[in-house]
């Protein structure tokens, strides 16, 4: 595979991924018909949303592990584990009156767009059937599921210049090596303050979420979720 070929590549995984990772569900129960999967209040997955996630999803990994039954059942586990926490964020987003301009979510789309090479954005949405429409609605969603953690976690995420100093001395005094890449992509202390800031915002997120878990009940459909493990990947 030449260079162009694997890069064009690899942008469509990072396409079929941050599609997944915005969400494919109904939204508020709109009286379909079709069977819910998941439900926190009247927002609901369906089963129809989690099977399009679903045959997304199992792109991401190689043909032979798909075909491993066991592999599969651990796939829909981790959508089923990613859809129930996304559903838990957007309820607390709604609880908080959270919201995303049309100009913010414009921003970010122009923002993406241009770390694509020519076509392949549009090409990606084409090949996975996915609409412009849906994929945007998706990534208003991850902006406002950002907004919302770094709202409730900004108090939690101070860093100190003891800390700075700490981190330093443990992560680069003993690989020296590591200091010459990060002073060819700019300024030191900024890039540790934002290392130690995805590191304390990972830490704290944990124990948020399962809060959250708790405070948004989660009601899944046991009978659906029995007949879709039990069917084919």
């Known amino acids: 595979m030449?260079?162009?070929?694997?890069?064009?590549?690899?942008f469509k995984r990072v396409a079929v991924i941050t599609f997944?990772?915005?969400?494919?569900?109904?939204?508020?129960?709109n009286g379909t018909g079709d069977e819910y999967l998941i439900r926190i209040g009247d927002r609901v997955v369906t089963v129809a949303d989690f099977s399009r996630a679903f045959e997304i999803a199992k792109t991401a990994y190689p043909y032979s592990s798909m075909q491993n039954p066991e592999d599969v059942k651990d796939t829909q586990l981790r959508l089923l584990n990613q859809m129930t926490e996304e559903m838990v964020l957007l309820q607390r987003a709604s609880e908080l009156s959270i919201s995303v301009?049309?100009?913010?979510?414009?921003?970010?789309?122009?923002?993406?767009?241009?770390?694509?090479?020519?076509?392949?954005?549009?090409?990606?949405?084409?090949?996975?059937?996915?609409?412009?429409?849906?994929w945007e609605s998706g990534l208003k969603t991850r902006l406002l599921m950002e907004k919302l953690v770094e709202q409730e976690l900004k108090d939690e995420i101070v860093i100190t210049a003891d800390e700075i100093a700490a981190f330093y001395k443990e992560t680069y005094d003993d690989d020296p090596s590591q200091l010459g890449e990060m002073q060819n992509s700019g300024d030191i202390e900024e890039i540790i303050v934002n290392q130690l800031r995805r590191k304390k915002i990972e830490l704290a997120y944990k124990t948020w979420i399962e809060k959250l878990r708790k405070q948004y009940p989660v009601d899944i459909n046991k009978e659906q979720w029995d007949k879709l493990l039990k069917s084919p990947g």
């Open 20 to 29: 997944l990772f915005l969400g494919a569900c109904s939204g508020h129960d």
């Open 101 to 134: 301009s049309d100009a913010e979510v414009e921003q970010a789309v122009d923002k993406i767009k241009s770390d694509y090479p020519d076509d392949v954005f549009e090409e990606t949405l084409l090949e996975y059937a996915v609409s412009y429409k849906s």
């Open 2 to 10: 030449g260079m162009n070929d694997y890069m064009r590549h690899f």
